[in-house]
């Protein structure tokens, strides 16, 4: 996998920055990232920021 175009966000998901739609807040400090296929990924406050940062 090229490490610049798929991220990890959480401790069971790893997603390709491709898909990415949005990244939702929640109010628990977490986040869900919508992606491009309908689909849902939790993230972890422990790596929200990084996705943030490469979107």
Do not use: N, W
Not at 24 to 37: H, I, K, M, N, Y
């Amino acid at each position: 996998m090229d490490g610049k175009r798929f991220v990890r966000v959480h401790r069971s998901y790893i997603v390709s920055l491709d898909f990415v739609q949005s990244i939702v807040p929640l109010e628990s400090g977490d986040a869900r990232a919508v992606l491009s296929t309908g689909g849902e990924v939790p993230v972890s406050r422990r790596y929200r920021d990084a996705l943030k940062s490469t979107c």
